[in-house]
């Protein structure tokens, strides 16, 4: 039940009016300084209700074909060749019947989780015999070496035998890009506008949230409307503000040419939030900077092939060794700049110029080509930023959003006359939990596949049930 409850603690207590959605700045900070378990007794009596009334009755069924013909199915050896009530057609291997049987000794009823030993399956798996529900919704599989009866749900097993152009979920480069934006107290209060957020945030990679209160730890608090903050060498929370000995460049007044944050650990943060609370008329320069980096990589493929292969092939180091600080940091990590799948699909930029480690254990021939490669690249990437990215300057009571593993971002250099400040504060999200709360919220509501997020994740998002093969409602 504590998993469960996870995403909901803070957009449980706001979207279902427990906290007024423009809550006060002793709210918000009540509710960020309340413990998990604080935050479950207030919440767990509405918890079941509230997702009950989210859920649709038959998520699959809004998808598929009414069933117009009686489906069909053919035991040929290793596969089952399935003929839909629709009249499409796909094989299954058996052994993928097998592993993706639902009931209560293969699947644990409450997790969803597979309980089924892997090591009781079998390559070849003996069929006794096949049959179908009256209703023409289900399929039932009797295997004969156990007499197990495996019953699968035919809206369903359809959309795993769906096939998805992967090109088609390839992020493109706006030729006129603009900044969608939301109302934060339409974000805290309502669950259509956090999914309207999420799915800006699929198709753009960025988002502005308007009318934010100006007060500390908010960006935290609107964090927890997708799921917990992701911690950091920086902390759960951080602020971005000129200081003396910074430990982390953004922390000057300096400009930061595009980049990634936190390239350097294994699994760099997703979305990071930057609220900003001060930017006051004296201070000159500053501009946010943002270029839709996957997309760049896209473009940078069709322009310069050679260049572009180079940095799939040769691996970089990024790195963040500070030992002067109050949690000693050595972080060293080696990866190509620009990952791809087995269909040649980018699934994951890393760029961050500021943390490019000298470069080792290559030969001379392949250090050349290296170079010519990430010139080439960032001369480009400053090109197309004039092209088609973005820059602006934030206001106070504006939270910007983006997808860290898929949009670079920068800042042009400012200074400050007399007392003027710059103050944003940030958190970050990991983009896996981004993607869990899209694809819950997506289930009852029509929407386009998850785009690719940047994360080196090779699935074809169905978004939906796909991701699990769903039990047979006329089997109970």
């Known amino acids: 039940m504590a998993f469960r409850f996870a995403s909901w603690t803070a957009s449980t207590l706001l979207s279902r009016s427990l906290i007024p959605a423009a ?5 918000s900070r009540a509710v960020l300084r309340s413990t ?8 767990s009596s509405r918890l079941d209700a509230a997702s009950a009334a989210s ?25 089952v060749y399935v003929t839909f009530p629709d009249g499409t057609s796909h094989r299954f291997h058996k052994a993928w019947l097998r592993h993706n049987c639902t009931d209560k000794h293969c699947v644990e009823q409450s997790s969803g989780q597979v309980i089924l030993p892997s090591n009781m399956l079998e390559y070849k798996n003996d069929i006794a015999s096949i049959n179908f529900t009256a209703d023409n919704t289900c399929m039932e599989i009797v295997w004969a070496k156990d007499n197990h009866v495996s019953v699968f749900d035919l809206s369903t097993l359809r959309s795993f035998a769906r096939t998805t152009n992967s090109a088609s979920l390839r992020v493109k480069q706006r030729e006129k890009p603009t900044m969608p934006a939301i109302n934060f107290d339409m974000l805290m209060a309502e669950e259509d506008a956090l999914f309207e957020w999420l ?31 992701m911690p950091t060498i920086y902390g759960e929370v951080f602020d971005v503000v000129s200081q003396p000995n910074p430990i982390n460049v953004a922390y000057t007044s300096l400009g930061l040419e595009l980049h990634q944050d936190l390239i350097y650990y294994e699994s760099a943060p997703g979305l990071q939030l930057l609220h900003c609370l001060r930017f006051d008329d004296e201070v000159t320069g500053g501009e946010t900077t943002l270029l839709d980096g996957l997309a760049a990589a896209e473009r940078f493929r069709e322009v310069d092939p050679k260049n572009f292969d180079a940095l799939v092939r040769i691996p970089a180091y990024f790195k963040k060794v500070h030992y002067d600080r109050e949690l000693p940091v050595h972080m060293v990590t080696r990866r190509p700049h620009i990952m791809l799948n087995d269909e040649k699909e980018i699934i994951s930029l890393s760029w961050a ?62 200074e ?61």
């Open 23 to 27: 809550a006060t700045t002793a709210a």
């Open 36 to 43: 998990p378990a604080r935050l479950f007794s207030i919440a």
């Open 55 to 79: 859920a649709p009755s038959n998520p699959a069924s809004t998808s598929s074909p009414s069933p117009s013909t009686p489906a069909t199915a053919v035991d040929d050896g290793f596969g």
């Open 199 to 229: 799915r800006s945030l699929s198709e753009t990679g960025y988002c502005m949230i308007k009318r934010a209160p100006m007060v500390k730890d908010v960006v935290q608090l609107l964090a927890y409307r997708i799921s917990h903050p």
């Open 353 to 414: 110029p500021p943390f490019h480690a000298p470069q080792r254990g290559i030969s001379f021939e392949k250090m050349d080509q290296y170079y010519q490669a990430i010139i080439a690249f960032s001369q480009f990437l400053s090109a197309e930023h004039k092209r088609v990215g973005l820059e602006f300057r934030m206001k106070p009571g504006e939270i910007l959003c983006f997808n860290n593993r898929r949009i670079l971002h920068g800042r042009n250099a400012f």
């Open 416 to 476: 400050s006359k007399a007392e003027g400040d710059r103050h944003l504060q940030g958190v970050y999200i990991n983009i896996d939990e981004f993607k869990s709360m899209y694809h819950y919220l997506s289930r009852s509501r029509p929407h386009a596949p998850l785009h690719r997020v940047g994360n080196n994740d090779y699935f074809v998002s169905f978004g939906g049930n796909a991701g699990r093969v769903r039990k047979c409602s006329a089997v109970g």
